[in-house]
């Protein structure tokens, strides 16, 4: 999900069901990828990463998924839960020798009980 | 360990003052990140520090920002003098080095409004 002026994109999933949140990222020649948790009033919290050799990544109920054709990220999420809820970025880095994380605007997930 | 710990948690003040924000990494943790957080430009890198020197402030927005690390449990930005645009949530991070893939742990955010 792509952020438009002040509004986060806003994905709303049942308990239960399965999250898909969705990033395009900038530069092709990034090379590692993180998706991050922000609840409110708190910082990012990392969730999983991903190296630009994989398409696939799985942790505990969450999945990565890289397509460097079109240059897209996406985590999944089974099972979604009341905690799940929070705002979640994806980051970049451009390799090459940076340091930097370059961060999407996020996407709200609301999870309805 | 108590994480990442950022003062004051919340911060008023008036166009024109000096706004001091704090940062205590988490202890053996080599490298500092000063972040800022608006809904209109999301979480920007600032500043980062690696064994108390600063690496990179291209992301420092204007000479009226300034940010220090003393040592290695302490950072600080400066904002001085502070302006209506500046208001955002400022974050501060710590690793336990540059590597990339070495997470960076974020502290609670300094909100800051300036009036």
């Known amino acids: 999900g792509e952020s438009v002026g002040l509004h986060l994109p806003t994905l709303s999933v049942q308990e239960g069901d399965n999250s898909i949140i969705n990033c395009a990222y900038s530069n092709s020649a990034s090379d590692y990828f993180i998706w991050y948790k922000q609840e409110s009033g708190k910082g990012p919290q990392f969730i999983i990463d991903i190296r630009s050799n994989m398409d696939k990544r799985q942790g505990q109920r969450v999945t990565v998924l890289l397509n460097k054709t079109v240059k897209h990220l996406s985590l999944q999420i089974a099972a979604t839960q009341p905690g799940d809820s929070a705002v979640y970025f994806c980051?970049?880095?451009?390799?090459?020798?940076?340091?930097?994380?370059?961060f999407g605007k996020g996407t709200k997930l609301s999870v309805i009980p | 360990d108590a994480g990442v710990i950022q003062s004051p948690r919340h911060e008023v003040t008036e166009m024109g003052q000096e706004v001091t924000l704090r940062c205590k990494p988490i202890s053996g943790h080599n490298s500092l990140f000063w972040y800022r957080q608006t809904m209109m430009r999301g979480l920007e890198l600032l500043i980062y520090?690696?064994?108390?020197?600063?690496?990179?402030d291209s992301g420092m927005p204007e000479d009226r920002f300034s940010a220090k690390m003393p040592n290695a449990s302490f950072s600080t930005l400066k904002i001085q003098p502070s302006e209506p645009r500046d208001s955002a949530v400022y974050f501060c991070?710590?690793?336990?080095?540059?590597?990339?893939?070495?997470?960076?742990?974020f502290g609670p955010g300094t909100r800051l409004t300036v009036l």
């Open positions: 980051a970049e880095n451009l390799g090459a020798g940076s340091y930097q994380l370059t």
């Open positions: 991070a710590s690793s336990s080095s540059l590597a990339v893939n070495n997470e960076q742990f």
């Open positions: 520090f690696n064994n108390n020197v600063p690496i990179d």
